[in-house]
């Protein structure tokens, strides 16, 4: 490829290198000039343009992009198509991003022009979330290096999407009288979100006295019970484990397993145990595990859902990035002035799941009402489609499938709670949960029977947030009465993911302290639609 500046009158072939504007329009970047270009720019009183020849084997940025992406195996990956010398590439299903370092910096090495790009390795997505970019950096490339290139892609495969398998998860929890049986019940609870995000759930759970012999007959039993799908132990003890021969490891043994490990350079989650029996993994769950905070026990059950094999060689090399919270008796290396965060990234969750009980028993769905010619949930979603939000979530429960269907089409990620009767907490903790919400820098909480939010109240709320640096709570309010939506920083995620019940997030704003900035939406902040009546008068018609 030969780059530099050359006259118009022989630059028919050329790839413009920058935008050319003239009276009548404009050309644009790595646009191939033509016969009828080169007339329109002479007229213009243009001589000379950057632009750049490609050479016999020279391959265009598009083309370059497109080849590379052809040889990555398509499996459990979606590729856009090739624009600017870009292709970007997704997954396709839930599961575990796994990347060969070695490979990626082999591909970035053949030449500065080919670029790769992918999250890091053993990362949890979600299907459509964006996983690697192919960059070529010039304008063309020589096809040698691309066909070289090619062929180390083919050789090594530098990354896959691991689609989350089924598992029969059983769970064991030993009892001592100084364990209160509410958080017992409450490790569950965060053992199901934790399995839901994963495609999976809690097949049984059994509950024995924290002692050798009755953990292993437990294990024992649970071993004998036929399954469909691959069977998946997890032990949370009453009491932390301090040896290898402790009562879980211990049991593990007794129950005809072996020990992997005992331990891990992953904190939180250094006291977790991996032991199997055959192929079935058996996980002592470290004490963390009780809270629904990212913790060594998230990574192992990460690999061994997605189809993964870790042993003892794959724990201990955990130890990079596995310190996962900072030790408040240290000094805090963030006690230097933070980073400006103008774009504080904020994902919206939309609350679609309710039982809808004061429309009556066995009524028609509120969320399936009508309004502008279209089902209320679509309309909601599509309004927070439409906004500046990073991503959309909707957290379905009641009737599922016709909520799901009425939300096909639209950019917008379900989040099934299966937990959905317990009430409104379920469903803040399902949709925080989800990987879309879990990476912002704040969450937008909306209710989808809310008809008089519009797109322009949600970029109201995040522009807000973002004046914030994302260190604020920002509500919608009306005439200084508070209401929805509201939108939460990452620093309240874990208090979101502890409710219980049927309550909201009003409790935390009430007790963060944390700024609060309200924003005026009006009379919209406080109009939901929670029966027939309110339906009608608000101009819906009810239909489903």
Same mark, same amino acid.
């Given at each position: 490829m030969i780059f530099g500046e050359f006259d118009v009158g022989g630059a028919e072939g050329l790839v413009l290198a920058h935008s050319v504007k003239m009276p009548d329009g404009s050309?644009?970047?790595?646009?191939?000039?033509?016969?009828?270009?080169?007339?329109?720019l002479k007229g213009s009183g243009i001589e000379?343009?950057?632009?750049?020849?490609?050479?016999?084997?020279?391959?265009?940025?598009?083309?370059?992009?497109?080849?590379?992406?052809? &040889?990555?195996?398509? *499996? /459990?990956?979606?590729? #856009?198509?090739?624009?600017t010398g870009r292709v970007n590439i997704y997954a396709a299903a839930d599961g575990l991003f796994v990347a060969d370092r070695e490979a990626v910096d082999r591909l970035n090495r053949i030449d500065p022009a080919i670029t790769? &790009?992918?999250?890091? *390795? /053993?990362?949890?997505? #979600?299907?459509?979330?964006?996983?690697?970019?192919f960059k070529i950096i010039p304008l063309a490339v020589p096809g040698a290096k691309i066909n070289a290139a090619r062929a180390?892609?083919?050789?090594?495969?530098?990354?896959?999407?691991?689609?989350?398998?089924?598992?029969?998860v059983s769970l064991i929890a030993t009892e001592l009288p100084s364990l209160k049986v509410s958080v017992m019940d409450k490790t569950a609870r965060i053992l199901e979100r934790r399995l839901a995000a994963c495609g999976n759930r809690l097949l049984r759970e059994r509950r024995v006295p924290h002692e050798t012999k009755a953990l292993a007959a437990s294990i024992q039993d649970i071993m004998t019970i036929p399954e469909k799908a691959p069977k998946l132990v997890i032990v949370f003890g009453a009491s932390a484990v301090i040896d290898a021969a402790d009562v879980i490891p211990q049991a593990i043994r007794e129950a005809g397993g072996r020990i992997l490990s005992v331990g891990m350079p992953v904190d939180p989650g250094n006291l977790m145990v991996l032991g199997s029996i055959g192929e079935t993994y058996v996980v002592g769950a470290p004490g963390c595990a009780r809270s629904p905070k990212e913790n060594g026990f998230d990574w192992v059950l990460d690999r061994i859902l997605a189809g993964e094999e870790p042993g003892a060689h794959?724990?201990?090399?955990?130890?990079v990035g596995g310190l996962l919270m900072e030790i408040q008796s240290r000094p805090q290396p963030r006690d230097v002035p933070a980073r400006k965060r103008a774009d504080a990234s904020v994902a919206i969750v939309l609350l679609a799941a309710g039982r809808a009980r004061r429309m009556g028993e066995g009524g028609q769905h509120k969320l399936l009402a009508e309004f502008d010619g279209m089902p209320l949930v679509r309309r909601s979603a599509s309004i927070a489609v439409a906004s500046r939000?990073?991503?959309?979530?909707?957290?379905?429960?009641?009737?599922?499938?016709?909520?799901?269907?009425?939300?096909?089409?639209?950019?917008?990620?379900?989040v099934f709670n299966a937990d959905y009767a317990s009430g409104m907490a379920s469903s803040l903790a399902a949709g925080f949960a989800h990987a879309h919400a879990n990476g912002a820098d704040g969450v937008l909480v909306m209710l989808a029977d809310m008809p008089g939010v519009s797109t322009a109240d949600l970029d109201h709320l995040i522009s807000a947030f973002e004046q914030t640096e994302g260190r604020a709570i920002v509500?919608?309010?009306?005439?200084?009465?508070?209401?929805?939506?509201?939108?939460?920083?990452?620093?309240?995620?874990?208090?979101?993911?502890?409710?219980?019940?049927?309550?909201?997030?009003?409790?935390?704003?009430?007790?963060?302290?944390?700024?609060?900035?309200?924003?005026?939406?009006?009379?919209s902040a406080h109009l939901d639609v929670d029966t027939p009546e309110a339906i009608a008068a608000a101009g819906g018609i009810l239909k489903g």
């Open positions: 050309l644009p970047k790595g646009h191939v000039v033509d016969a009828a270009d080169v007339e329109r000379k343009i950057v632009a750049a020849r490609l050479e016999d084997g020279d391959l265009g940025e598009d083309e370059a992009a497109a080849r590379l992406s052809e &040889a990555i195996a398509p *499996d /459990h990956l979606r590729f #856009s198509e090739a624009a790769l &790009a992918c999250l890091a *390795d /053993h990362t949890h997505v #979600s299907a459509g979330d964006m996983v690697a970019t180390e892609l083919r050789a090594t495969g530098p990354f896959q999407v691991k689609p989350f398998a089924d598992h029969a794959e724990v201990t090399g955990m130890g939000a990073l991503s959309v979530s909707a957290v379905t429960g009641h009737r599922r499938a016709e909520i799901e269907a009425a939300l096909e089409g639209l950019s917008v990620q379900p509500r919608a309010v009306s005439g200084g009465k508070r209401g929805n939506p509201v939108i939460l920083p990452r620093s309240l995620y874990h208090a979101v993911l502890s409710l219980e019940g049927d309550v909201g997030a009003r409790h935390i704003v009430e007790t963060a302290r944390l700024p609060v900035v309200d924003v005026d939406i009006g009379e």
